[in-house]
């Protein structure tokens, strides 16, 4: 009983929200941006009515009229995709209307006045620095990466830039990588946790068919079907200028950009390597000098 009283309390608190979100959303909304006449001395607030909303999302007058006061009926996502595409919902908004409607939420997108964020994550990784940190699309191809990730992953204009195939196929990181064989099964899954987002998409596939055609390894790692979340993967170097690195690789979204991910290298504590020590010995003069003549082992 408590159970049911409690459920029944959290759907009232969300068809509220409902109803206070759209109610919100249709105010700031004038006639003339939804291209209606604006009504003159006769409109009492600036915003559209609800039969204007409803006229121009294609749903009954009587069916948004009972969205918006938060009764309990039944919504499609088609239904509230043309009431956001009115109301002219962002991406996150859009997301949360569907929420509140108690519909799984639709992936998230990039809204156009996001799209022009690359600036600040590149100030970002190159605030990280003397650490590595680089930025891949949701394809894992490579869109960005700091000084250090050169220097101490080998990551370079000149391998291929996907950081999954390169993975399996830059001999500098594979020689570099004394963990490799330990983590190529946690990549490799990872990535199918990544497709999963996308499971009709031919951009996953195509990189999925280049990766099994350079490296046998990585396809009989992918036909394990293994799938777990980008997270932590601790990650053992030698490098051939300061040895033994111990490292700590975390993935990181960017809700703006939910087609963008950050990895972030984060030394872990170790007395007999001092990682961060020898990663700002790297990031200083004297360390660049040194990584100007790269050995490939």
């Not at 997108?109 to 940190?133: H, K, N, Q, V």
């Not at 990544?194 to 790692?221: H, I």
């Not at 087609?259 to 290298?265: A, E, G, P």
Request: charged share 25%.
């Amino acid at each position: 009983m408590a159970t049911s009283t409690g459920h029944d309390a959290k759907k009232a608190h969300r068809l509220r929200e409902l109803r206070e979100f759209l109610m919100s959303r249709r105010a700031r909304i004038t006639p003339a941006e939804a291209g209606l006449p604006d009504g003159g001395a006769r409109r009492r607030t600036p915003g559209l009515r609800r039969e204007e909303v409803a006229v121009l999302a294609g749903v009954g007058v009587s069916w948004y009229q009972w969205l918006e006061q938060g009764r309990d009926i039944t919504v499609s996502p088609q239904v509230l995709d043309s009431v956001g595409r009115v109301l002219r919902l962002s991406s996150a908004e859009r997301r949360h209307l569907y929420v509140l409607a108690g519909l799984n939420p639709p992936p998230p997108e990039t809204d156009p006045g996001d799209r022009d964020m690359c600036a600040g994550l590149r100030r970002l990784i190159d605030a990280w620095m003397p650490y590595p940190a680089h930025i891949m699309d949701g394809y894992w191809n490579t869109v960005m990466y700091n000084d250090a990730a050169a220097a101490v992953l080998g990551m370079r204009p000149g391998i291929v830039q996907n950081c999954l195939i390169a993975y399996f196929t830059d001999p500098v990181y594979r020689a570099r990588s004394s963990g490799w064989a330990e983590n190529a099964p946690q990549v490799v899954a990872q990535f199918r946790a990544a497709c999963s987002e996308g499971p009709d998409d031919e951009g996953f596939r195509t990189v999925v068919a280049e990766a099994k055609a350079a490296s046998p390894e990585f396809a009989e790692l992918w036909e394990r079907r293994d799938v777990a979340p980008g997270g932590q993967i601790r990650k053992e170097m030698q490098h051939p200028l300061v040895g033994r690195l111990v490292v700590e690789s975390t993935q990181l979204r960017v809700p703006a950009r939910p087609d963008l991910v950050i990895v972030m290298h984060t030394p872990v504590p170790d007395a007999a390597t001092d990682t961060a020590a020898k990663l700002e010995w790297l990031a200083s003069p004297e360390g660049r000098r040194g990584s100007m003549y790269p050995v490939a082992g």
